[in-house]
């Protein structure tokens, strides 16, 4: 087999620990931006929204930023980044780790917006505060969508890889020479 072409092969078992751990994080985000709601059952924010809710999304999303940022570092420091599929792969991953650091402060913006609606009197102000708060948690939330979704990416290009993979040999490290000299 051509050197280059194996150089270019990843083991097999971690490109699929990479998608297993690719995998838990997207489903985590993804799960987070649909459950995580700031509207009430008819669509209005809350006459009192919960502040400690609001700010526990902040701190969740950040870890979940943590988390896909440990996986970007991890795949950018291996030796498997510098091939095409593994490229590829750390494309999506860098997407990801930008869109997810984004979602935190808008959660946060969100928290803190709701926290200043209990010393607001003022209906025009209220009122602009609620359209700051839900624009400011939908966009959070298209952060974590956009980043299941680079993930999700990031997958399959390691999915096509498997395919292609199973018609090739594993590559064998090379083995010591029996004869010293």
Do not use: C
């Not at 620990?17 to 997207?26: C, P, S, Y």
């Not at 809350?46 to 999304?57: K, M, V």
């Not at 399959?156 to 010293?180: G, I, M, N």
């Amino acid at each position: 087999m051509n050197p280059d072409f194996q150089r270019e092969l990843m083991p097999h078992s971690d490109t699929l620990r990479l998608i297993g751990a690719l995998d838990v994080v997207k489903t985590k985000l993804s799960q987070a931006a649909q459950q995580w709601q700031l509207l009430d059952d008819t669509g209005r924010v809350p006459a009192s929204p919960p502040y400690a809710e609001l700010i526990q999304h902040a701190a969740d999303a950040q870890i979940l930023s943590h988390a896909v940022m440990e996986l970007t570092t991890a795949w950018a420091r291996s030796a498997h980044s510098t091939s095409r599929v593994g490229s590829a792969a750390l494309t999506h991953l860098a997407t990801a780790a930008t869109l997810s650091a984004f979602a935190a402060p808008h959660f946060a913006e969100t928290a803190e917006t709701a926290f200043s609606l209990a010393r607001s009197r003022n209906p025009t102000d209220r009122q602009y505060a609620e359209n700051r708060m839900v624009l400011d948690h939908a966009t959070a939330r298209a952060y974590l969508r956009r980043t299941s979704e680079a993930l999700r990416d990031a997958v399959k290009e390691l999915d096509r890889y498997l395919d292609l993979h199973r018609f090739f040999p594993a590559p064998v490290p090379p083995q010591p020479s029996p004869h010293r000299l």
